[in-house]
């Protein structure tokens, strides 16, 4: 039997203009804290998927971003449990990572624009987002967040 592909995924650290970072509690899962993050449409430029995530996500206009820079680090994982919309098509995601600067207010910010993915959110330090992630997204968020900490002059 032939193994299903890896999903790839866009995933995104958008700071603010303090410098903190945005993690989201997922909708109907109190304590689990994520990035935003997405599914790729392979028929556009990867850059495309992470504006168009971050305006399902938590609806924010490629206006009020601006994408820093593309992270060396990478992550792939298998599901445990797999979602409703892979099952039978990926086993696992694909993950790379984004560095984007929100240049708006956080009245701009809305969970409600399509399909909710969020049920809050907050700004966080790096070591905040240590300690609040999903401790199964942890590993992954390591070497993104190190990235996000060794840039200077953001």
């Given amino acids: 039997m032939e193994k299903l592909p890896l999903?790839?995924?866009?995933?995104?650290?958008v700071y603010n203009c303090d410098h903190k970072l945005?993690?989201?509690?997922r909708f109907g899962e109190p304590g689990v804290w994520q990035f935003p993050q997405g599914g790729v449409d392979l028929k556009v430029a990867l850059e495309e998927s992470?504006?168009?995530?971050?305006?399902?996500?938590?609806?924010?206009?490629r206006d009020k971003l601006s994408i820093i820079?593309?992270?060396?680090?990478?992550?792939?994982?298998?599901?445990?449990?797999?979602?409703g919309y892979a099952r039978g098509k990926w086993?696992?995601?694909s993950q790379t990572f984004w560095i984007v600067r929100f240049e708006g207010t956080d009245k701009d910010i809305s969970l409600t624009q399509?399909?909710?993915?969020?049920?809050?959110?907050?700004?966080?330090?790096?070591?905040?987002?240590?300690?609040?992630?999903?401790?199964?997204?942890?590993?992954?968020?390591e070497a993104p967040l190190k990235e996000f900490e060794a840039?200077?002059?953001?």
Avoid at 50 to 61: D, M, N, S, T
Avoid at 69 to 83: G, I, L, V
Avoid at 117 to 132: H, Y
């Fill in 151 to 154: 840039l200077k002059n953001l």
């Fill in 22 to 25: 945005f993690l989201g509690e």
């Fill in 69 to 83: 820079k593309r992270c060396d680090a990478t992550h792939s994982y298998e599901f445990q449990d797999p979602p």
């Fill in 50 to 61: 992470v504006y168009r995530e971050l305006w399902e996500e938590i609806g924010i206009g």
């Fill in 91 to 93: 086993r696992g995601q």
């Fill in 7 to 13: 999903r790839p995924n866009v995933c995104m650290l």
């Fill in 114 to 141: 399509h399909e909710q993915e969020f049920m809050s959110w907050r700004w966080c330090s790096p070591a905040e987002v240590r300690v609040l992630a999903e401790p199964k997204r942890r590993p992954g968020y």
